[in-house]
């Protein structure tokens, strides 16, 4: 079952519930009103966004530097080409008498029809041979003869011995003379001509179609675009995968986050902060609404004996067994949430303020199914103290209802723990308990000091007059008993509660102090009159018959037959009561126990008359049955004021 949330459209609260199991469930709700949600990922988005751009800049940049590469390559390699055309076929045809005006025609020609065919060979548009005035003296065009072009930067860099190529596109200077050459972008080469002797004559310049080389330009352009892309392409996907993978994380972690100051981490129930605000919230609707609002405040009994004893992470299992516990016994509509280090706070709507009570009673009953092992075979059994209180019929507002349950659980809690109390609630008393009285008022006490402790004296008194009659003893002797019962543990109001409650086996010193429960009790009741049976039953009920008891160490018939008696009731009782540190046994487990320590521990012949009375007599006292009212131990003939 799951919890935590009012059947009120005004929810509030996004907070996990422990169920049965262990597992845990999330309902979303949203805090005083606003919806907590984790923030957008803006920045891993804009961080995406600038990978991706950097990506694409790369890309560009990439195709333009390798575009460039590529194109210097090419035009390296056509520039180193025609070089060695030049050096191998022009520098040795021309002479620098060639190049005078005046020179032979008929020489002239013959070098034309020279250079037209190392055009045709090279694929060159137009081979020229100009004078270092920029004069064309020679080349495969005719038109270009004897024409000139202002000699330029390019022009004056070969003609002083280097090299000079270039890509032309339309509308630029070409520097063609004669007839134009009719491709839309060329590819100029100027070269220094060399005479025999090593000067500098001329300049040679050659005409290309750049198509080619641009076309190579472009399908490596092409090529590494595509694989750019495919790359961006791809680590754009990792991208994405990483970014939404550490978003989702990131998200996760923030939700947890958000969660975390709302949730106890140990129960997974809402914590101190989060039931303020709901129990605020559910008191202002009630208010609006003139409904009413219950509120239940459990405390773990003997939590730091717990921890004092078996250690912290002993503490930790207990509080998430109470929250399972809490979980599975709390109806729909209500909120529970871990309210202190061993408190817990359950808010119940007007709806199912008449079942308050009965909520606790499911809790103490799936508890005692669920004690925890912790050392050796025996379980620790786990109880709750509970303060109830109601809103407006005890308190006006958040702050005093609050204290108020805090109160009314304090005295469960002072009571012995194991208790309920309401705020406002006046026990009925008995008619037979009016009548006060010294005795009957340190039974009182017992209850004050240890609420365990005064059931327990309640059965042994019980056990202890069915023994006596078993027996066959008279009823004066048989009502001595019964009030030596109840008062024989009187005596542990004296001992302190960390050893009186301790959920543990005692150390020898505490064991020693515990002991010392029968001569306080015996020094207590003293000074009563007439009780000499009831003094005797206290300090002698734990004398063995085998001599090994304290505190005389009487044995066999020395130990007086009250206390014979006593020491088989209190051994019952305390076998088959769950105790701070085990829960209780079974009545066949501590029948037999009883018959195994017949002989040595208690006196063979009492033994076999209480087994013998509970195993056949019809109405015999048995453990888990509900007791009458306490009973008046004696009525003197003053009363006490």
Request: proline share 5%.
């Amino acid at each position: 079952m799951t919890i935590g949330a009012w059947n009120e459209p005004n929810p509030s609260f996004s907070v996990r519930h422990m169920t049965k199991d262990g597992s845990v469930s999330r309902v979303g709700r949203t805090l005083f009103g606003m919806r907590e949600r984790p923030p957008k990922p803006l920045l891993l988005m804009i961080v995406f966004g600038l990978f991706l751009m950097i990506i694409g800049v790369t890309a560009m940049a990439q195709t333009v530097l390798v575009s460039l590469h590529v194109a210097n390559a090419s035009l390296n390699a056509t520039l180193s080409g025609d070089a060695a055309t030049v050096r191998t076929f022009v520098n040795g045809l021309v002479a620098p008498s060639d190049l005078v005006e005046g020179a032979s025609p008929e020489r002239a020609s013959s070098i034309d029809a020279s250079l037209g065919s190392v055009a045709d060979r090279g694929q060159i548009l137009r081979i020229e041979i100009r004078d270092p005035e920029g004069v064309v003296r020679l080349s495969n065009e005719k038109s270009a003869v004897a024409g000139s072009a202002t000699p330029s930067a390019a022009f004056h860099r070969a003609l002083a011995g280097g090299v000079d190529a270039a890509i032309i596109g339309p509308g630029s200077i070409s520097e063609v003379v004669g007839a134009p050459i009719p491709a839309t972008e060329l590819v100029r080469e100027y070269f220094p001509l060399l005479s025999s002797d090593g000067t500098i004559s001329g300049v040679v310049a050659i005409w290309r179609d750049a198509a080619p080389i641009l076309a190579a330009i472009d399908k490596v352009r092409g090529d590494v675009v595509l694989v750019t892309l495919s790359a961006a392409i791809v680590i754009a996907v990792l991208l994405y995968l990483i970014f939404r993978a550490a978003q989702r994380r990131i998200t996760r972690q923030t939700e947890q986050l958000v969660e975390s100051t709302r949730v106890d981490a140990l129960t997974h129930l809402p914590n101190h902060g989060t039931l303020v605000g709901e129990l605020a919230m559910a008191i202002e609707s009630s208010r609006a609404e003139a409904t009413a609002i219950g509120v239940i405040l459990l405390d773990l009994d003997n939590f730091r004996l717990i921890n004092e004893t078996y250690g912290h992470e002993a503490g930790d299992g207990v509080l998430r067994q109470l929250a399972i516990s809490l979980t599975s016994a709390t109806p729909r509509g209500w909120i529970c949430g871990r309210y202190g280090p061993d408190e817990f706070l359950l808010i119940a709507p007007s709806a199912d303020l008449s079942g308050l009570e009965v909520v606790v009673g499911k809790v103490r009953a799936q508890l005692v199914d669920e004690a925890l092992e912790l050392l050796g075979p025996e379980k620790l059994p786990i109880t709750v103290s509970a303060g109830i209180a109601l809103y407006p019929e005890h308190a006006g507002s958040v702050t005093e209802l609050l204290s108020i349950a805090a109160a009314v659980l304090a005295e469960a809690r002072a009571s012995g723990g194991d208790a309920t109390r309401v705020a406002g609630a006046v026990e009925e008393v008995s008619a037979e308990t009016r009548s006060f009285d010294v005795l009957q008022g340190l039974v009182f006490a017992v209850d004050t000091k240890d609420r365990y402790t005064k059931r327990h004296s309640e059965d042994v008194a019980r056990y202890g007059s069915f023994l006596a009659a078993q027996l066959g003893l008279d009823a004066e002797v048989a009502d001595g008993v019964r009030q030596a019962g109840l008062l024989h543990d009187v005596g542990k109001i004296g001992i302190p509660d960390a050893i009186l409650r301790k959920p543990g086996r005692l150390t020898d010193d505490e064991y020693e102090i515990v002991k010392q429960h029968v001569a306080l009790g015996d020094s207590i009741v003293r000074n009563v009159a007439n009780i000499d049976i009831v003094r005797t039953g206290i300090r002698h009920h734990h004398e063995r018959w085998d001599g090994r008891g304290y505190l005389t160490a009487l044995a066999g018939e020395d130990i007086p037959l009250v206390a014979r008696i006593l020491a088989v009731a209190d051994a019952f009782s305390a076998m088959t009561t769950t105790r701070p540190y085990r829960k209780a046994m079974t009545i066949e487990e501590a029948l037999r126990r009883l018959g195994d320590a017949a002989g040595s521990q208690f006196d063979e012949r009492v033994v076999a008359a209480f087994i013998h009375g509970i195993e056949t007599v019809t109405d015999a006292p048995l453990p888990g049955i509900e007791r009458a009212a306490s009973p008046v131990l004696w009525v003197p003939s003053v009363s006490a004021a």
